[in-house]
């Protein structure tokens, strides 16, 4: 048998070495030029530029201090400022009927904050409709009426801040601390829910902080609530707290650290009247005494509750269907 032919073997020539193909030299690297150098420079800033924006709006800058001469009268903003309120909304103390007491007693704190002596926080809290935001307002102006030579330099200034930035109270104390006036913090219809801990910004604010309150700061709160909270957050902590004395205790505290509570009732009739007089007396609104008084007795009734709001709201009510302006007769009456 022939054996298989055997595989040619593949001859490869190979080249000799001095012919192998030679790589191209490289070219030796450009020097950066003038240009080069400013179109990365000019790439490094606005890089910069848009990191420093950024950040800015992360952070913004400290806002700048306000100017508590422009007026007396001030409201908290949620960026940080101050908003001068050339006009406050208020009723004049005249007009605030059954609760004498309690005005007494919150002209006269007001009146020893304003001159430098020792004065309470003050909770108004109680019936709605009975006049507590009023009786601020209406002390705040008359306290500083009654001053000597009162100036918008040395004028006891009005802050309002609204109940959903309580947080912002630590940076509004920054702005009141070091400034030459005396200032009446204010928040309106002030309470808490279940979930909700912003109150310990108002604790530390008020007392337990290691700054604490200002000497020339005072805090006034109105609520309908005593213990601002609501009946069922108590009872909820009360249920499902392992110690439930001191899970009450933590968030009824803070109504302990306002020094005078002033308390709201439902007014009786005769004081329903008066109020519902005074307004008319002041407006001098044209009406008959017998029928003011049906109608303002049948106006309470359809409302199911007797308050200084609602008689404001029939007198209101009354002059639109005479055709009386309040505003313009108040006016005439003042000058």
């Avoid at 240009?35 to 890089?47: C, H, K, N, P």
């Avoid at 006036?181 to 910004?201: A, G, H, M, N, P």
Wanted: aromatic share 6%.
């Amino acid at each position: 048998m022939r054996k298989p032919a055997a595989k040619a073997k593949s001859r490869v020539k190979r080249a000799p070495a001095s012919h192998k193909a030679s790589k191209p030299a490289r070219k030796p690297a450009r020097k950066p030029t003038d240009r080069d150098r400013s179109v990365g420079l000019g790439d490094a800033a606005e890089t910069l530029s848009r990191i420093v924006l950024a950040l800015e709006r992360l952070a913004p800058r400290p806002s700048a201090a306000p100017d508590f001469t422009v007026a007396d009268a001030f409201v908290w903003q949620p960026d940080g400022s101050l908003s001068p309120v050339p006009r406050v909304n208020r009723v004049e103390m005249s007009l605030l009927k059954g609760i004498d007491r309690m005005r007494d007693l919150l002209v006269e704190n007001t009146e020893r904050f304003a001159r430098g002596l020792p004065a309470n926080n003050a909770l108004l809290w109680g019936a709605r409709g009975m006049g507590k935001s009023s009786l601020v307002k209406a002390a705040h102006a008359s306290v500083n009426a009654a001053r000597a030579r009162p100036t918008p330099a040395n004028a006891l200034k009005l802050i309002e801040i609204h109940r959903e930035d309580i947080d912002g109270l630590p940076r509004l104390m920054t702005h009141l601390r070091d400034a030459p006036q005396r200032f009446i913090v204010f928040c309106d219809d002030l309470s808490f829910d279940v979930e909700d801990t912003t109150y310990k910004s108002l604790k530390a604010v008020l007392e337990g902080g290691i700054e604490g309150r200002p000497d020339n700061v005072i805090f006034y709160a109105t609520s309908n609530r005593r213990h601002l909270m609501a009946r069922e957050m108590v009872e909820n902590e009360r249920s499902t707290a392992i110690n439930p004395g001191e899970a009450v205790e933590e968030k009824v505290s803070l109504s302990d650290r306002f020094g005078l509570w002033l308390g709201f009732h439902r007014c009786s009739q005769d004081e329903f009247l008066a109020m519902v007089d005074a307004y008319i007396a002041h407006h001098a609104v044209p009406a008959d005494p017998e029928e003011v008084r049906r109608e303002a007795l049948e106006w309470a009734t359809t409302r199911g509750s007797r308050s200084g709001r609602v008689a404001w709201q029939y007198v209101q009510d009354l002059a639109g269907r005479l055709g009386v302006r309040l505003e313009e007769k108040a006016r005439a009456k003042r000058i």
